[in-house]
């Protein structure tokens, strides 16, 4: 596949009806290259129909994040990414102590070390490109609730984690944004 010319982003999540689905739409109208991710290749054809190019990618497991970055340092050859959006998430709506531990264990997996993994993985290239991260987070983790408590805990977590990989990188080329949706 050739270089792609323009602004490239990695979007994680990318579910039909969800958030990240919408702004993998929304960036490939504004003229970017993006890469869509999905855990489940086939929910995502939508988006292959527009042209997206679309990977798999389940953010909490080590070998799909490497053959997930394989593929697309194969396809950006040598161009930096623009725009890492983690995305994906999981929310567990339920009081904290009715969570099984495996639960807890898996919720933790994708809404922190995942963004981490993503975030040490793509460095590179977001270095290469003075790129941007994008976490997105929950206003939960700011007005938590019995129900949310779980997913609270996380969330708020997404900012210092990614800014943590940031600090660590010098020079500070790349930037870090968090957006905090409420259902
Ligand atoms: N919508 C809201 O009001 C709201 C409010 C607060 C925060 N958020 C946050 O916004 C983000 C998007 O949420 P959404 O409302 O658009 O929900 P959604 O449609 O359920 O999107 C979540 C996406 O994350 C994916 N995902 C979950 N675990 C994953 C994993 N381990 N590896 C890779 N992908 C995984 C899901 O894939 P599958 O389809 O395979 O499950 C889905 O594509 C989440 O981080 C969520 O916490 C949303």
């Not at 929910?43 to 990977?55: A, F, P, Q, R, V």
């Not at 050859?77 to 904290?96: H, Q, S």
């Not at 040490?120 to 983790?141: C, E, M, R």
């Not at 708020?156 to 010098?170: D, E, H, L, Y």
């Amino acid at each position: 596949m050739a270089i792609p010319p323009q602004k490239t982003a990695l979007v994680t999540g990318c579910t039909p009806g969800g958030i990240g689905n919408a702004l993998a739409r929304e960036l490939h109208s504004r003229g970017l290259f993006v890469f869509a991710t999905a855990r489940t290749l086939e929910k995502i054809t939508d988006l292959k129909e527009l042209g997206i190019e679309c990977l798999h990618l389940i953010v909490d497991d080590t070998e799909s994040v490497k053959a997930c970055h394989e593929k697309a340092v194969q396809i950006l050859n040598g161009r930096g990414l623009d725009f890492l959006i983690n995305n994906a998430g999981k929310t567990i709506v339920r009081p904290a102590i009715e969570i099984n531990m495996s639960e807890a264990q898996s919720l933790f997996a994708t809404n922190i070390l995942g963004i981490m993994h993503l975030t040490q993985t793509f460095s590179p290239h977001l270095l290469l490109a003075k790129g941007t991260i994008v976490n997105i987070g929950s206003v939960a983790g700011h007005t938590p609730s019995p129900s949310t408590a779980s997913t609270a805990r996380p969330k708020p977590r997404c900012t210092p984690t990614a800014r943590v990989c940031v600090s660590n990188s010098r020079p500070l080329v790349y930037t870090l944004c968090m957006c905090k949706p409420a259902m």
